[in-house]
């Protein structure tokens, strides 16, 4: 049988957070959350990406998606929202 499906196109963003480097927790004390993880799991909430990664270090977020190049636009919203203003997407 032939696979008549139409491939999914794969796609990748860097999206430039200087704010993850200067700020890398959210909260203190007992309550501290790592912000790369809060970014990672918000923006992996989005509808088809397949993977985040979080430099706090450099501060940048790498996202590979399937197909609408929208979901850059998307993670940015996300992440902006929480406080993390996003200053270049590069797709």
Known sequence: MTDTTTP???RTARL???????????????CG???AELVADSVGQIPGVRS??????AGIVGIEFDGDPSVASMASTVIDSLGYPVTAVEA
């Open 52 to 57: 985040v990664t979080c430099d706090d270090v």
């Open 8 to 10: 999914t196109t794969r």
């Open 16 to 30: 430039i957070v200087p704010e993850l480097a200067e700020r890398p927790i959210i909260g203190g004390g007992c």
């Open 33 to 35: 959350t790592a912000a």
